[in-house]
T-cell receptor
Framework: AQTVTQSQPEMSVQEAETVTLSCTYD???????LFWYKQPPSRQMILVIR????KQQNATENRFSVNFQKAAKSFSLKISDSQLGDAAMYFC??????WGFGNEKLTFGTGTRLTIIP | GAVVSQHPSRVICKSGTSVKIECRSL??????MFWYRQFPKQSLMLMAT?????????EQGVEKDKFLINHASLTLSTLTVTSAHPEDSSFYIC????????????FGEGSRLTVL
């Protein structure tokens, strides 16, 4: 079974600074999806960024980028120019590449609570 | 806008009663939906996979007789917590896979259940 580990329960960053959230995972599959989801106080899960394992290029979405190290099974999230609205729980998640029969399910890490200091 | 809608967002019930939570996919069909449970300050734990037209698949340790799942149509899955007890109080979140090739799940707004 796949596992996802987030070793930082809490992180804080000064507004406008950069912060990196760590995530490692374990899998025997060669292809898969990785995601970072954000859960603000409203509890709504919001997709931040996604990465397909077969793509070597790191995904980028505006101020959010990842450092995907497939051999090391590491998938960190970098948030640049941190804003107050970035404060939330951040979950790293893994998904199998298969479709159907429930294979689309996500396995989540334990989360990192990000605080933005004004 | 939201592509998965969950209702109710909050529910309070007495111990021993049953509560139904609905999860709807908006503007797309979902043959599969997933139900997660989240305790305070914890991660999302998969409870079960809801399959349209067939029985749900439950994760190990989840009581299928307590958490009844019905996926009667391609846009609606329901989770019924039967004979609820205070320990069932939690945040329940449903999700449905994107129909495209992005691989992501769309999540409902979640339902906070409090059992008195």
């Amino acid at each position: 079974a796949q596992t996802v580990t987030q070793s930082q329960p809490e992180m804080s960053v000064q507004e406008a600074e950069t912060v990196t959230l760590s995530c490692t995972y374990d899998t025997s599959e060669s292809d898969y999806y990785l995601f970072w989801y954000k859960q603000p106080p409203s509890r709504q899960m919001i997709l931040v960024i996604r990465q397909e394992a077969y793509k070597q290029q790191n995904a980028t979405e505006n101020r959010f980028s990842v450092n995907f190290q497939k051999a090391a099974k590491s998938f960190s999230l970098k948030i640049s120019d941190s804003q107050l609205g970035d404060a939330a729980m951040y979950f790293c998640a893994y998904r199998s590449p298969l479709w159907g029969f429930g294979n689309e399910k996500l396995t989540f890490g334990t989360g990192t609570r990000l605080t933005i200091i004004p | 806008g939201a592509v998965v809608s969950q209702h109710p967002s909050r529910v309070i019930c007495k111990s021993g009663t049953s509560v139904k939570i609905e999860c709807r996919s908006l503007d797309f069909q979902a043959t599969t939906m997933f139900w997660y449970r989240q305790f305070p300050k914890q991660s999302l734990m998969l409870m079960a996979t809801s399959n349209e037209g067939s029985k749900a698949t439950y994760e190990q340790g989840v009581e299928k007789d307590k958490f009844l799942i019905n996926h009667a149509s391609l846009t609606l899955s329901t989770l019924t917590v039967t004979s609820a007890h205070p320990e069932d109080s939690s945040f329940y979140i449903c999700s449905a896979p994107s129909r495209g090739n992005t691989g992501e799940l769309f999540f409902g707004e979640g339902s906070r259940l409090t059992v008195l």
